[in-house]
């Protein structure tokens, strides 16, 4: 990608070097590793990563960054980048197949500097893999079949040993084979529901900064997330996701009955997708919901949705795997002693999860299940409930990723919301502010 600049973000180098050069292994190079592999080089440290894929790349269509992920990739120096490709979302609106609405939330009513950015998971897999140059070392097509966490050591499908690392991070995802060899799962599940997803052309789509979203009951939700650009494909496009029963992902709905599913629920989503190959041009996602007593044993540790899968529906997966990746560096910064590290690297991790998975396993059955009834009370209490003073205010918390433990806010650097203050109004025009232009 042209004109990436080095990881030089106002508040990266403040902080003290670690106290040692230290070995380090990363198993998988998803956003968690690869935001691990750019800020542990940076340290000083020798990082080698490890990726099953024979040709690394992205997984997934389209997420929503959130005020919390962009400060951290503000902080590596990497927050012009992004938004040259992303689409500033300023609202997240849902109704009902009958037009009554059932969420409608702002990010200007918590904070006028707040807003959300629409991303293509190829663009921040981009921007993330041209800034790691330093050091680099990538080993692809290598699948990793067992951890010792005691000793260091990875051993590969093909029998070789890697040994003699002095930390081994587990970021191999939500779907990880290994984090039982670093911890005992205490819980580890797949959700019943899924989604089929595809990436289309945004046009003249009526909602260029909104997250629309249309629901059948809990049992069908459709929605649309306009995600910008990515590197060699100048084309602006929206993310399109279709939820349903894991069970009917793989089920033999004609694209007849597809289609006219999706134009009975919402018109402007159905035109969107008449170029789209029904199924074949679907990709299909699959969840789960997982969680340890402990993130790490010995030389070991889990990251991302490794350590703490959840449902997407807060969509805080990508925006919670670079907070880790932020929290492991500078824990690593501060103690001397990799277990001391880690310890305190998942104490400060877990006193922002913990409520996102609560909130994720109390709204996923209000959104995704056959819960006709708690779908029916959805409808009529969850916007009025959104309008009370307060109660919006909580709302909005969680949703910007800014909501800590029940009543706590996680807070943002000062220097940031300065960067990205008049963000909104200036990037809507397709120009990069000059307050974010000029923080690195």
């Given at each position: ?149 005691e000793a260091g050591k990875l051993t590969d499908a093909r029998g070789v040993r890697h040994a003699g690392y002095d930390l081994v991070i587990v970021a191999d995802g ?105 199924p074949d041009g679907l990709a299909m996602a699959r969840y789960r919901d997982a969680v340890h007593a402990r993130w790490s044993r010995g030389r070991a540790v889990l ?138």
């Amino acid at each position: 990608m042209a004109n990436v600049r080095p990881n030089i973000g106002p508040l990266t180098e403040a902080a003290a070097a670690p106290a040692r050069r230290l070995r380090i292994a990363i198993v998988g190079y998803g956003t968690g590793g690869q935001a691990c592999a750019l800020l542990l080089s940076n340290d000083g440290h020798e990082v080698t990563v490890f990726e099953r894929a024979a040709a690394p790349g992205p997984v997934g269509a389209g997420f929503l960054l959130q005020p919390v992920g962009l400060a951290v990739l503000w902080q590596m120096g990497l927050l012009p980048q992004v938004l040259a490709h992303g689409a500033v979302v300023t609202r997240l609106y849902g109704e009902t197949a009958a037009g009554r609405p059932v969420m409608d939330m702002r990010y200007g009513d918590l904070d006028a500097r707040y807003f959300g950015l629409g991303l293509q998971r190829g663009a921040l897999f981009s921007v993330l893999d041209a800034a790691w140059q330093a050091g680099r070392q990538l080993h692809d097509d290598c699948t990793i079949v067992d951890v010792d966490a005691e000793a260091g050591k990875l051993t590969d499908a093909r029998g070789v040993r890697h040994a003699g690392y002095d930390l081994v991070i587990v970021a191999d995802g939500a779907a990880s084979r290994l984090r039982g060899k670093v911890t005992p799962a205490r819980l580890n599940r797949p959700y019943a529901w899924g989604a089929q997803w595809c990436l289309v052309e945004q046009g003249a789509w009526a909602w260029p900064a909104e997250l629309q979203q249309r629901y059948v009951g809990a049992r069908r939700m459709a929605g649309m997330l306009p995600v910008g650009t990515r590197p060699g494909d100048p084309v602006p496009r929206l993310s399109f996701f279709w939820s349903m029963p894991v069970s009917a992902l793989d089920g033999d709905a004609s694209a007849r009955q597809w289609r006219g599913e999706l134009q009975a629920l919402w018109p402007d989503a159905a035109a969107r997708l008449q170029a789209t190959d029904v199924p074949d041009g679907l990709a299909m996602a699959r969840y789960r919901d997982a969680v340890h007593a402990r993130w790490s044993r010995g030389r070991a540790v889990l990251l991302g949705d490794a350590a703490h899968a959840m449902s997407p529906q807060l969509g805080q997966g990508v925006n919670m795997a670079l907070l880790d990746a932020r929290a492991l560096r500078d824990a690593l910064r501060r103690e001397a002693a990799v277990p001391a590290a880690l310890a305190a690297y998942e104490r400060e991790r877990r006193a922002h999860v913990g409520i996102y998975h609560f909130w994720s396993r109390w709204l996923t059955p209000m959104f995704q299940s056959e819960r006709d009834r708690v779908a029916s009370l959805r409808d009529l209490v969850f916007h009025p409930l959104s309008r009370v003073p307060g109660g919006r205010g909580q709302m909005l918390r969680v949703l910007s990723g800014t909501r800590r433990g029940w009543l706590g806010s996680f807070a943002l650097p000062a220097g940031f919301l300065d960067a990205i203050s008049n963000e909104c109004s200036e990037s809507t025009v397709g120009a990069t502010p000059s307050s974010v232009r000029g923080v690195l």
